[in-house]
T-cell receptor, first 115, second 113 residues
Framework: AQSVTQLDSHVSVSEGTPVLLRCNYSSSYSPSLFWYVQHPNKGLQLLLKYTSAATLVKGINGFEAEFKKSETSFHLTKPSAHMSDAAEYFCVVSPNTGTASKLTFGTGTRLQVTL | KAGVTQTPRYLIKTRGQQVTLSCSPISGHRSVSWYQQTPGQGLQFLFEYFSETQRNKGNFPGRFSGRQFSNSRSEMNVSTLELGDSALYLC????????????FGPGTRLTVL
């Protein structure tokens, strides 16, 4: 079975400062990992995905994540936060290598961006 | 290309009733997955349909069912509604490969009174 743990339920940063959203995973297999973002009253949008290629994954809107097998982590970062980044972020794992269906979601991290 | 569409966007039902939600995938996508999102349980996988067949299933009771039509559109049905079924129901579509990225619709907000 696979699972993800998002270590912070809420993160607050000032605009222009770096963002770090932490995620640890557990999987019996070499996993596929994703970060999705959900803005209020909107659906989920894929930020980036890791599927056993490069360990540093670049996504949309300046976000990136690094897969660290030794630490079982997949933290999401962005060098400089923007007000429009305020949203709920979900770390997600799929059950088998390269599989994108039957996703398991973390509990989410709410990112607040202040002036 | 149009995204995933879900109808209706909002629904209010009473306990004991049944409800049907609809999802139209992105053109060309043949896989449709359904998820339930609640404040208490978070996002949970319900089931996935591919080419009119259920390919994967989550851990939900039999009151939750679905189907997929030949045009890949999918419906989800919940019978004998309970208060705990109040949730945002999200649909996601993807291509034929299990490795394809899932694209989500805006969801249907179901309130059970």
């Amino acid at each position: 079975a696979q699972s993800v743990t998002q270590l912070d339920s809420h993160v607050s940063v000032s605009e222009g400062t770096p963002v770090l959203l932490r995620c640890n995973y557990s999987s019996s297999y070499s996993p596929s990992l994703f970060w999705y973002v959900q803005h209020p009253n909107k659906g989920l949008q894929l930020l980036l995905k890791y599927t056993s290629a490069a360990t540093l994954v670049k996504g949309i809107n300046g976000f990136e994540a690094e897969f660290k097998k030794s630490e079982t982590s997949f933290h999401l970062t962005k060098p400089s936060a923007h007000m429009s980044d305020a949203a709920e972020y979900f770390c997600v794992v799929s059950p088998n290598t390269g599989t994108a269906s039957k996703l398991t979601f973390g509990t989410g991290t709410r990112l607040q961006v202040t002036l | 290309k149009a995204g995933v569409t879900q109808t209706p966007r909002y629904l209010i039902k009473t306990r004991g009733q049944q409800v049907t939600l609809s999802c139209s995938p992105i053109s060309g996508h043949r896989s449709v997955s359904w998820y339930q999102q609640t404040p208490g349980q978070g996002l949970q996988f319900l089931f996935e349909y591919f080419s009119e067949t259920q390919r994967n299933k989550g851990n939900f009771p039999g009151r939750f069912s679905g189907r997929q039509f030949s045009n890949s559109r999918s419906e989800m049905n919940v019978s004998t509604l309970e208060l705990g079924d109040s949730a945002l129901y999200l649909c996601a579509s993807s291509g034929r490969q299990l490795t394809d990225t899932q694209y989500f619709g805006p969801g249907t907000r179901l309130t059970v009174l």
